[in-house]
């Protein structure tokens, strides 16, 4: 058994039946996560910012801490550049809140055929309010964006958003060159890391991204908080997503004026467990060794694509290697839809998986087909889990045949 799993309550009392591969969706709580929230909802709840009190002044400290290992995980230049959201989805919808002030009409923004659609109707909307044009990067038949064809799709182009790692094919985005194309154009460069995020320390610097947004419940924290980190300038440019108390400086009744970043983007009480309970999840993630739990994924991924490569009637999509891939692996058994494969994985395997257009209709519609399988690795996953994937595999095969 993987020994990582003492670090992760789930494990603490389930048995051999029990098989997660569904960690693309959301991964299991590490235990210093849970108990983060636990103190802080037991012996320091309370509301942040403003109390004079002893345990609001513990829990202002705490999550100003948070802020500060958030932007660590990702080395971020400064906290202030860290906005505390409920998680990617609307740190992408923030994100497209802000960049849509630099777009004029007729200009474009660049997305891909890869996209969750967390990633996709954002840009739709702020498209439609500035009267700007959405455009996709195409995706090969191996389930990565095709960057061959920038320089086809470079015409006015002001926004590039695209996935750091998808969702369905496990591919990873092939960010320097995407960076070198912006430099190019004068795009700003968003990056979805939802996929990204669980799999170690970030530098958004290195990559040279403008904005990065990431969900928490991936990650080994809790659900219900993510972080958008952006650069400075561009968070001090745009009024406010939403509007409330915690966001302001000054309320008349005529008009307000709204405090510096990021808390002119935190409007109301923030998800201050949630936050500090990520911080202790990220803490965790740093305190990993990466180097080896990627070689242990890159084998756990190859025996699945082994496996389901050799096994009659099944469809692989996304990169059959191992390189510049994470562990998600997207599939299909002939004549079978993926939501019977999946209930009857769990029932009659006890094999968790998911299964349907992962909220990825466009690139369902570029494979030509409506649902697909998904097992999705984590640090805890084993060869155990796998070989029940397999074995299941093959008998929910027989049993539909």
């Given amino acids: 058994m993987n ?48 109390g004079v009190y002893a345990r609001a002044e513990r829990a202002t400290n705490a999550f100003a801490s948070a802020r500060k290992a958030a932007a660590f995980f990702i080395n971020a230049p400064s906290p202030d550049e860290v906005i505390f959201t409920s998680g990617a989805t609307l740190g992408l919808n923030t994100a497209a809140h802000i960049l849509q ?29 500035r009267g700007a044009k959405v455009r996709a990067i195409p995706v090969t038949d191996d389930g990565r964006l095709d960057l061959d ?27 320097a060159r995407l960076r070198s194309f912006c430099d190019a154009t004068g795009a700003l460069l968003v990056l979805d890391g939802a996929q990204r995020a669980p799999h170690g320390p970030l530098d958004v610097q290195a990559l040279g991204c403008d904005m990065y947004a990431f969900s928490g419940h991936k990650a080994f924290g809790p659900t219900g908080i993510g972080v958008l980190w952006g650069r ?8 406010p997503f939403l509007g409330g108390g915690e966001m302001i400086r000054r309320v008349s009744i005529e008009r307000s004026t709204f405090a510096p970043p990021p808390h002119r983007y935190e409007a109301g009480t923030p998800p201050i467990g949630g936050a500090i309970a990520l911080a202790a999840a990220l803490e965790w993630s740093m305190s990993q060794d990466w180097a080896a739990l ?87 996953s084993d060869q155990a889990d796998v070989d029940a994937l397999l074995n299941g595999l093959e008998a929910v095969r027989r049993k539909l045949a």
């Fill in 294 to 380: 990627g070689a242990q994924e890159r084998d756990l991924t190859e025996k699945m694509l082994n496996g389901l490569s050799d096994m009659c009637g099944c469809r692989l999509y996304g990169p059959t290697g191992t390189q510049q891939r994470v562990g998600v692996v997207s599939f299909e058994l002939e004549d079978v839809h993926a939501h019977d494969v999946c209930q009857l994985m769990d029932s009659d395997h006890g094999v968790m998986l998911r299964g349907g257009h992962h909220c990825a209709q466009p690139l369902m519609d570029r494979f030509d087909t409506v649902a697909t399988v998904r097992a999705s690795l984590a640090p805890y």
């Fill in 232 to 239: 400075y300038d561009l968070l001090d440019s745009s009024p």
């Fill in 101 to 129: 002030h630099h777009l004029e009409s007729g200009e474009v923004i660049l997305v891909s055929e890869l996209e969750h659609h967390s990633n996709l109707v954002p840009w739709q909307l702020a498209a439609e309010r």
């Fill in 3 to 50: 020994e990582l799993r003492q670090d992760f309550p789930a494990y603490d009392t389930a048995d051999g039946a029990f098989h997660f591969l569904d960690n693309a969706a959301t991964s299991q709580i590490c235990r210093p996560a849970l108990e983060a929230l636990v103190e802080f909802e037991t012996n320091d709840r309370a509301n942040v910012k403003r």
């Fill in 149 to 175: 064809k920038l320089d086809d799709l470079a015409d006015r182009v002001k926004i590039v958003a695209v996935t750091h790692t998808s969702n369905v094919t496990g591919a990873v985005t092939d960010v």
